[in-house]
């Protein structure tokens, strides 16, 4: 039986997509694949928001977000912590060999801007970890203030992760002055996972410089080499870049502006729908993720019985809660190629489902 997941990740991915990755292989030293991936490249830079190259690496986000902080932490890196995902960056510098700090506040919780600067000011880091859509709880960090935050300390190297929101929204690199900017495929880029994508400032790429034990596979300076040449360092899933190729296409023939309305739209519909039914959204007011929806199981609704149902009756599934939250809350994911038509047919198949065994 086919699922659709409408989980926080991997979502859905589409026929066209599946058929890209069916393209006759070719070598990834080849004078084909330098075309494909040069051709790639402002695509991925408008994406990015940056004029800085962006590098592809055959791994999950989490080998570019622990190598990151191998290239560019010499002293100590402050970790913000505010959810599942944020917090194992913490335990991820640490088995590094790192000096980590760390800057935490309960699930739900935004990091404040405020609060970053004390501790910025109080301790001598030289690197810090953000986690801008926390997928965990649905929590979205006020990224723009953060990042005016750490404009005032130009010795801190700042390391995002947009895993979970890239392309549902702008995130302008450059403009932000984000130093290493981080995603990966199986998220709102509705690609299989296994590829991530980092775009990193000259400014990091100096410090890494400076770095002895940056390693291989995650060493920027390696990417950087072999971008200048159209390649990737080591041998690369070449059937994913033909995925992420097929998908910049399908970007720039909706238009960017008009995705991150699709996703803005989608948002507001299970938002209506999360306050109609009687629950609540699990983060603080005013810091929702706009690419899904963590909700508090308020009417304290058998959620694997829900889910059973809707996937044995609709063939759909949405997420059961994450770590401590498992079963206190569930999310559903509306990023990718999900419509108002495909959006409202799960609501409508929630709702019915809820009303059953309420």
């Known amino acids: 039986m086919s699922v659709k997941l409408f989980i926080p990740g991997p979502i859905a991915v589409s026929p066209s997509t599946y058929a890209a990755m069916a393209r006759p292989m070719i070598g990834h030293r080849s004078g084909e694949f330098v075309n494909l991936y040069q051709s790639m490249q402002p695509k991925l830079q408008a994406l990015f928001g940056t004029k800085d190259p962006v590098y592809l690496s055959t791994s999950s986000a989490w ?11 010499r002293r100590k890196v ?8 944020s917090d194992k960056w913490n335990d991820v510098s640490l088995r590094g060999g790192h000096e980590a700090g760390k800057l935490q506040v309960e699930w739900g919780q935004p990091i404040e801007p405020e609060a970053l600067e004390k501790a910025l000011k109080a301790d001598s880091y030289d690197a810090v970890t953000i986690i801008h859509n926390e997928t965990s709880c649905g929590m979205m960090n006020p990224l723009p203030q953060l990042m005016e935050v750490l404009k005032r300390f130009p010795e801190v190297i700042s390391i995002v992760d947009t895993v979970s929101s890239f392309s549902t929204l702008p995130i302008p690199k ?4 984000i130093d290493i900017l981080i995603t990966g495929s199986q998220k709102a880029l509705a690609l299989p996972p296994g590829l991530a994508l980092i775009s990193v400032s000259e400014r ?8 002895k034990n940056r390693g291989y596979y995650f060493d920027l300076l390696e990417f950087q080499a072999n ?14 870049i033909f995925a992420l190729d097929a998908k910049l296409q399908e ?6 502006q008009n995705r991150y309305k699709r996703h803005a739209e989608n948002n507001a519909l299970v938002h209506a729908w999360v306050k109609a039914q009687g629950f609540e959204l699990f983060p603080k007011p005013g810091y929702a993720s706009v690419s899904l929806s963590c909700v508090k199981n308020t009417r304290e609704i058998d959620i694997p019985k829900l889910n059973k149902i809707l996937r044995e009756e609709y063939e759909m599934v949405i997420d059961g809660g994450y770590g401590k939250l498992k079963g206190k809350t569930f999310r559903i994911s509306n990023m990718g190629d999900e419509t108002s038509a495909t959006m409202k047919e799960l609501l409508d198949n929630l709702t019915n489902i809820i009303a059953r065994i309420a």
Not at 63 to 73: I, L, P, S, T
Not at 251 to 256: F, K, L, Q, S, T
Request: glycine share 12%; aromatic share 2%.
């Open 227 to 240: 971008h200048e040449k159209g390649m990737t360092p080591s041998t690369p899933c070449v059937a994913l």
């Open 174 to 177: 450059d403009e932000l002055g």
């Open 78 to 85: 402050l970790n913000c912590m505010c959810g599942a995902f």
């Open 251 to 256: 970007i720039e023939a909706e238009g960017i």
């Open 63 to 73: 080998g570019v977000m622990e190598g990151a902080v191998n290239n560019v932490c």
């Open 204 to 211: 990091a790429l100096k410090r890494a410089s400076e770095q």
